[in-house]
């Protein structure tokens, strides 16, 4: 019996194949934003002078003739990272399994092939519909209160906000969906490839658990340091650090007070 093989004369549609370069533009956007993000909460592992050095500074107080910096940039920042984050979650859907009989197949599939790529893509898919919630308040909770950033304001929110279930769960949802993410973007694109394929991803299978640990150690160590601040800073909830501005303050107090003699000089 003779084949045939027939052949779709209509040209195939490039909408799929831009789709997905968006859905990895805005993953490496949030990955490497994911990197800054925990580095900059994990500042308070240095002091509460150390976080609000940092998130003024995020605020451009440095710009500021009060020094108390603009809120409104964080506002930006966080409506920019919320923007991206929901589109990439839309793009992310068109691959998530959405019925139970899908999500069987793929699992009897991991099962019977053992494929660690694929087990990789799965962590993304669970940790990505997590995040989709947690992700979502977090980011809903920064947009509506924009100058909510310090040692004490963060570590309320923590504690005396009981939010502290919410974040754990976001940081290993994170930590995990992030590294998995870039490390599957840089196999996708061929980045860092080099000469030897299979060496170049059991090196870069290197870096991201590595990676995985790093973030995860400090982001919970970071969040520790905010339960025990929350704890202490109880009976003052909502009261702002003003550990710079009170230097500041007694400085510009002193000078004003200082002999007319003494201060020309």
């Given at each position: ?41 994990s ?39 919320f ?51 947690a992700?979502s308040a ?128």
């Amino acid at each position: 019996m003779n084949s045939f093989i027939l052949e779709s004369t209509e040209k195939k549609s490039r909408i799929p194949a831009r789709l997905d370069f968006l859905q990895s533009g805005t993953g490496l956007i949030l990955g490497l934003f994911i990197w800054g993000h925990l580095l900059f909460d994990s500042s308070i592992i240095l002091g509460k002078n150390a976080f609000s050095f940092v998130s003024k500074t995020l605020e451009f107080a440095f710009l500021s003739e009060s020094g108390h910096g603009f809120p409104i940039a964080v506002f930006f920042a966080v409506a920019f990272i919320f923007t991206i984050f929901i589109i990439h979650a839309l793009l992310g859907i068109r691959k998530f399994p959405i019925s139970w009989k899908q999500h069987r197949i793929i699992r009897d599939q991991m099962q019977m092939l053992d494929h660690s790529e694929t087990t990789l893509w799965y962590i993304q898919a669970v940790t990505g519909f997590f995040m989709f919630f947690a992700g979502s308040a977090h980011l809903f909770v920064m947009l509506f209160n924009p100058s909510g950033i310090g040692p004490y304001m963060s570590a309320d929110r923590i504690v005396s906000g009981h939010m502290w279930p919410l974040y754990i769960i976001l940081l290993v949802c994170v930590v995990l969906h992030g590294n998995i993410g870039l490390y599957r973007l840089c196999m996708k694109w061929g980045w860092f490839a080099g000469k030897d394929a299979r060496k170049s991803r059991e090196r870069l299978k290197k870096v991201k658990n590595r990676l995985i640990v790093f973030y995860l150690t400090i982001g919970l160590l970071a969040l520790l340091v905010f339960v025990v601040i929350g704890i202490n800073h109880r009976d003052k909830v909502g009261k702002k650090y003003r550990g710079h501005g009170t230097v500041i303050e007694e400085t510009h107090g002193l000078e004003q007070t200082a002999p007319v003699g003494k201060s020309q000089e």
